[in-house]
């Protein structure tokens, strides 16, 4: 699930790294940190495009099918801070190093796989994976690099990404039409094998911090109780379980995120999420857009390509090309959006950003049995790529600007791990939708689009409560 969207919450990451001076080996740590970190944004591309094929193989249930996306985003927003962490103890090239082993087992093990636990198991550790992958990559692009080269070196990355976000369900669409979903799973192997190979003999070893505190506690809780929210959402949407069942299990989150919160407040500044990262209102009302909008985002992500293969009959090459205007414009669009930020604050791009992509939401309503792409998909594709693209430049920037240096990265950091909580709280929340097929899919598909576009209007209010910048001073004030 993880897309080129996300992009933007990681390169702001690396942004607030600390930079040093090029070494001569600049050219050879960018690719070993592209090589890496884009194995990352092909994972979940594939699944969204493959999901169809799996549940059909294996049939499997809709809360089956759910948990085969969740069960890489749990680790990935529970552990990404803690991968970082990791990094700054071990050594980044040594988490490196064994987030990409790690990818690479699990992606023979999902591949192999015969039956739906086995692919569960496989899929969390692709996302343990890749919550080490991804800070330990992003710091060793920023530490290869001076700042002045900095700026390019992220943008070749961003650029990575993006082809390997388009590129991949694509051709984990050509091989579903011509071969099985277990295919898709195993030709991202190779590619892990040859990652590996890339940064053992491109990255070397930095100092590390024996000191830099670990906060395992908090990971721990955080797994925890997404895991608890996960279920309970599922189980009352999809009528596994009675209303007890869901309540009980949303009232173990809650307990769990509360005790979350009390270690954290007893830590202070040693904590993984530090108490004062969450002082300034723009701060909370940025993370509660991003809930927000990354939900809406998410559900057209996995519901689309599966509304067109089991609901329109469409080939999964067609829906494996689906989005790849979407990643094309969000490349080239959400750079401008910095002009518009400088010419009209950063609170209206977000907002018209969050409108535009509920009215993308609408427009998905024309998708219906006898949909064709041009006519009835790409409108809805294209809202909803402007809409992202106009919110996602602002919305990073202001991550890093609403709390002081120290914080940065951290506050960049909890940003993206919660557009994953939002990814896989939509994802909960799908219910008996993925189950479903023909007239009845998309029925419920119209339903799930309405749900998101109010998420939109959530988003859009949220952007309204953040604070304005302070008033500039005229000269003789007082």
Known sequence: ??????VCC?????????????????????????????????????????????GRDLTLGSDQLQWIINAELLPLAAFTLLGGALGDRYGHRRMFLIGIALFGVASLGCAVSVNWAQLVCGRFVQGVGEALILPAGLTILSGGFSPERKGAAVGIWSASAAVASAIAPAVAGLILDHGSWQATFLMQVPLAFLAFIAASVWVRGVPQDAGAPIDVPAAVLSILGLTALGWSLMSFTNRTGNALHSLTGMLVAAA????????ELRKKERAMLPPALFAARTVISLNVFTLAL????????????????????LSALVAGLAFIPLQILITVVSPMASILCSRFGRRLPLVAGAVMTGLGCVAALRIGVDAQYWRDIFPAVLLIALGMSLALAPMTTLVLTSVDANHAATASGFNSAVSRAGSLAAVALLGSILQQSGAELIGGFHEAMLVSAAACIVAALAAFSIAPPPEPHAIGDF
């Open 1 to 6: 699930m993880t897309s080129i969207t996300q």
């Open 10 to 54: 990681e390169l702001e990451m690396a942004k607030s790294a600390p930079s040093c001076g090029d070494n001569g080996r600049s050219g050879t740590l960018l690719a070993a940190s592209c090589c890496g970190c884009c194995l990352v944004f092909i994972s979940g591309a594939v699944v969204s495009v493959a999901l169809a094929a799996i």
């Open 256 to 263: 769990l995120f509360f005790g979350l919160v009390l270690i």
């Open 294 to 313: 990354y939900g809406a985002f998410a559900a057209n992500l996995t519901l689309i390509p599966f509304v067109m293969i089991k609901g329109a009959s």
